[in-house]
T-cell receptor
């Protein structure tokens, strides 16, 4: 079974530029998550989708971050314009809907963003 | 409000020594408990989980954890560590009434030869 795919793995941009990250979850997983992980910290949930609907985006900085999952499968996270403090690893995760393993997530390898 | 505290930010240990990574949580409802591991430059991987039943749970790579409801703890243990266990370890809690994971700040385990 293929895991969660993310791209690009690494991205370096200058502040005020834009960037987009892509995620393809495990096939059949209804729930998709985007996390931000700053060096030395735990993951911070940015947005959670269930199919193509948003379940939780309370910690997404909506003035600069956006995310979509139009067909309920893959997803894109965009940052525009980027700030220095956005330097982090952006992790995508997925989980099956209705699984008894509540809270168990399957993570991709992450996309490391450096903003100069 | 729920919270997770990992009591040690860094744990250095020699190879083949035992190790315990401590995790305490606070919650007014029943919880599901998880330990995730993150190897350098990789995503997070589930190490083990407690959902119900036996309070001693075994995970991958020889790790185990014990759920202690009275002390609200879920400490992770391994009797003999290897160099390859060097990684960041995260404790996470999922309150039973929703599916939002609450994460600790992580414990960096460094296994030295």
């Amino acid at each position: 079974e293929a895991g969660v795919a993310q791209s690009p793995r690494y991205k370096i941009i200058e502040k005020r530029q834009s960037v987009a990250f892509w995620c393809n979850p495990i096939s059949g997983h209804a729930t998709l998550y985007w996390y931000q992980q700053i060096l030395g910290q735990g993951p911070k949930l940015l947005i959670q989708f269930q199919n193509n609907g948003v379940v939780d985006d309370s910690q997404l900085p909506k003035d600069r971050f956006s995310a979509e999952r139009l067909k309920g499968v893959d997803s894109t996270l965009k940052i525009q314009p980027a700030k220095l403090e956005d330097s982090a690893v952006y992790l995508c995760a997925s989980s099956p809907l209705g699984s008894p393993n509540t809270g168990e997530l399957f993570f991709g390898e992450g996309s490391r963003l450096t903003v100069l | 409000a729920q919270s997770v505290t990992q009591l040690d930010s860094q744990v250095p240990v020699f190879e083949e020594a035992p190790v315990e990574l401590r995790c305490n949580y606070s919650s007014s409802v029943s919880v599901y408990l998880f330990w995730y591991v993150q190897y350098p430059n990789q995503g997070l991987q589930l190490l083990l989980k407690y959902l119900s039943g036996s309070t001693l749970v075994k995970g991958i790579n020889g790790f185990e954890a014990e759920f202690n409801k009275s002390q609200t703890s879920f400490h992770l243990r391994k009797p003999s560590v290897h160099i390859s266990d060097t990684a960041e370890y995260f404790c996470a809690v999922c309150p039973g009434n929703n599916r939002k994971l609450i994460w600790g700040l992580g414990t960096s385990l460094a296994v030295n030869p």
